[in-house]
């Protein structure tokens, strides 16, 4: 059973920076993928990031939304992701979830971590 821990959330003010970290527990496939999902309050849960998890391969890819100012990125030796947000704007503010599964860029998320909440503040 894979677990999934996120931290590194908090407030900011516009134009700031936050990094999330996600480690894993249990276990990574080696053909699996992680990413970052978030949830605004009254919106659905939307794809943010995801890093494929292979070992010749990192390949990421971004929501447009965050292309340019959010980078995904991996310590494999760790189990562990991150997300690092510069240049935040108020509209970035959700829960973020990171999450495991199948398919890359089309994340299938099969394990969800509990969330941590990113508030930008104008």
């Known amino acids: 059973q894979v677990q999934l821990v996120e931290s590194g959330g908090g407030l900011v003010q516009a134009g700031g920076s936050l990094r999330l970290s996600c480690t894993a527990s249990g276990g990574i496939f080696s053909s699996y993928a992680m990413g970052w999902f978030r949830q605004a309050p009254g919106k659905e ?61 089309s994340l299938i998320p099969d394990y969800w971590g509990q969330g941590t909440q990113v508030t930008v503040s104008s």
């Open 45 to 105: 849960r939307e794809f943010v990031a995801a890093i494929s998890w292979s070992w010749s391969s990192g390949n990421t890819y971004y929501a447009d939304s965050v292309k340019g100012r959010f980078t995904i990125s991996r310590d494999k030796a760790k189990n562990t992701v991150y997300l690092e947000m510069n240049s935040l704007k108020p509209e970035d503010t959700a829960v973020y979830y990171c999450a495991t599964g199948r398919g890359f860029p």
